[in-house]
């Protein structure tokens, strides 16, 4: 609703002044554009749906990144708003494979909550359920070191690989059993059995 305020606002004619022809492309001043985007991101915090798609609608990608270097996916994502979700991901670019300053993807947020319709999401879309931070942290690793038995399970059946490492030398078996994560634990020492 806000965003419409502000859409309308920023393409509306000023007062007295000639309106523009219908296809005069609409050229916004940087302050009317961070704007927009500070409420895009708020939008994904809060999973409004609608106030996305009227940002989408306007021409504003989906990839932009805020200065912690999240996007609209990962927010959206953390905070568990399963129609934002999908909201972004029918748009170009949204950027599945993109780090924050966390070294964090939407995919990794997910798994770290234990979201797995959404993580279920992201993998439909492309998100590599094997992709590595910097420091060799995999979406299997987070699920692990949180106990997340069902997203650990959902991983694993993903093609997520049980025996990767980090660059500390953990693997998700090993941050289990620090975490004393039994049940997770069953589950990889499972998956190790069959690999």
């Known amino acids: 609703m806000f965003?419409?305020?502000?859409?309308?606002t920023a393409l509306a004619a000023p007062p007295?002044?000639?309106?523009?022809?219908?296809?005069?492309?609409?050229?916004?001043?940087d302050a009317t554009r961070a704007k927009l985007k500070e409420v895009a991101f708020r939008a994904a915090r809060e999973g409004d749906a609608?106030?996305?798609?009227?940002?989408?609608?306007?021409?504003?990608?989906?990839?932009?990144?805020n200065s912690r270097s999240d996007t609209l996916l990962i927010l959206a994502t953390y905070y568990g708003h399963a129609d934002a979700v999908e909201v972004i991901l029918k748009q170009p670019k949204v950027g599945l494979?993109?780090?924050?300053?966390?070294?964090?993807?939407?995919?990794d947020g997910a798994a770290f909550k234990g979201t797995v319709p959404l993580a279920k999401l992201l993998v439909a879309a492309g998100a590599d359920v094997n992709g590595a931070s910097d420091a060799g942290k995999t979406p299997l690793m987070l699920a692990a070191l949180t106990g997340r038995t069902e997203m650990v399970e959902y991983l694993l059946g993903a093609g997520a690989k049980p025996g990767a490492a980090d660059t500390a030398g953990n693997t998700p078996l090993s941050l289990a059993r620090t975490q004393g994560a039994k049940e997770v634990v069953k589950?990889?020492?499972?998956?190790?059995?069959?690999?």
């Open 16 to 29: 007295g002044a000639p309106a523009p022809p219908p296809a005069a492309p609409v050229v916004l001043d």
């Open 50 to 65: 609608k106030t996305l798609k009227e940002y989408f609608a306007a021409g504003f990608a989906a990839d932009e990144a």
């Open 187 to 195: 589950l990889l020492e499972g998956a190790g059995k069959k690999n």
């Open 3 to 8: 965003a419409s305020l502000i859409l309308s």
């Open 97 to 107: 494979g993109h780090r924050n300053k966390m070294g964090f993807t939407a995919l």
